[in-house]
């Protein structure tokens, strides 16, 4: 398991982007056969990219969760970007279609991974927060998740969001996750831009191809640093910080959130002028 350790309100405004990088951005998430996790102090979550091909992928603890078993005192949300896939949670099988969710409970012992084709293979998206009480495991296919349409091809964010992990079809402890789609010809994810003090967020770009690029922004709105993010990476932004960023082409990215509130809407709106 790797580690970030991030940077403070203070300190980012002096960092070069390779220490920004290493402070807030995983390695490549996905490996054929593995499981990549890293834990950011950034309230303490852990993502993983799980990619099993002929073999299937037991969730490990670390001796750092100091835990007997990786869900023991957290829960995680899992989400599917590639082919299909099973997740078995103590003994009960859950399929996963692409773009397919499952919310896995605290205290849920055995978790496994599998991939239907091995020439076709899934890659699960995992983030985990810590978690103070036991709930259920529940599965969310793409198509059940609650989808709201926002933007407009004119402001180059025209986006379908699929809130698949939030109050009203999971109860979590803290975690909110979901999935952006942007359409053909939008490249801003979140616009305007947003601070919401009362939770962290963790992004993850994907669907697009290997040589375009995410423009990350984060920071202060008056102390803003881009970072330029290749596909299937994700970026931990700590409460102060800006979430917002702009492609080089349309995208799709994972979201996922901890802290005191799952409120959806509670953000605090921008405006790009705002931003120096």
Not at 60 to 65: I, M, Y
Not at 125 to 145: I, Q
Not at 236 to 248: E, N, Q, R
Request: hydrophobic letters at 35%.
């Amino acid at each position: 398991m790797d580690f970030m350790f991030s940077a403070d309100i203070r300190s980012y405004k002096n960092m070069r982007n390779d220490e920004l990088r290493e402070a807030f951005v995983t390695k490549p998430l996905f490996s054929a056969g593995a499981i990549n996790l890293t834990y950011t102090d950034v309230d303490r979550g852990v993502v993983a990219g799980i990619m099993p091909t002929s073999q299937s992928i037991v969730l490990p603890t670390h001796k750092e969760l100091a835990a007997d078993y990786f869900c023991q005192r957290r829960e995680a949300g899992v989400i599917n970007i590639g082919g299909n896939g099973t997740i078995t949670v103590d003994g009960v099988s859950y399929p996963m279609a692409n773009k397919d969710s499952l919310y896995i409970a605290k205290e849920s012992k055995d978790v496994e991974f599998f991939s239907a084709d091995e020439n076709a293979p899934a890659k699960f998206y995992l983030v985990s927060y810590p978690a103070h009480r036991v709930t259920k495991t529940v599965h969310v296919p793409k198509e059940a998740a609650q989808s709201i349409d926002l933007g407009s091809q004119q402001t180059s964010n025209e986006r379908t969001i699929f809130q698949s992990i939030r109050p009203g079809l999971v109860d979590s402890c803290q975690l909110v996750m979901g999935i952006t789609e942007l359409k053909p010809g939008s490249v801003w994810n979140t616009k305007p831009p947003h601070t919401h003090f009362r939770r962290t967020e963790i992004y993850m770009y994907f669907d697009l191809p290997v040589d375009e690029r995410v423009f990350h922004l984060m920071g202060e709105p008056k102390e803003v640093r881009s970072l330029s993010l290749e596909p299937e990476v994700a970026i931990a932004s700590p409460s102060w910080s800006i979430h917002s960023g702009v492609g080089t082409t349309n995208y799709t990215f994972i979201w996922a959130m901890g802290g005191e509130n799952q409120e959806f809407d509670d953000m605090d709106h921008l405006t790009v002028a705002d931003l120096k």
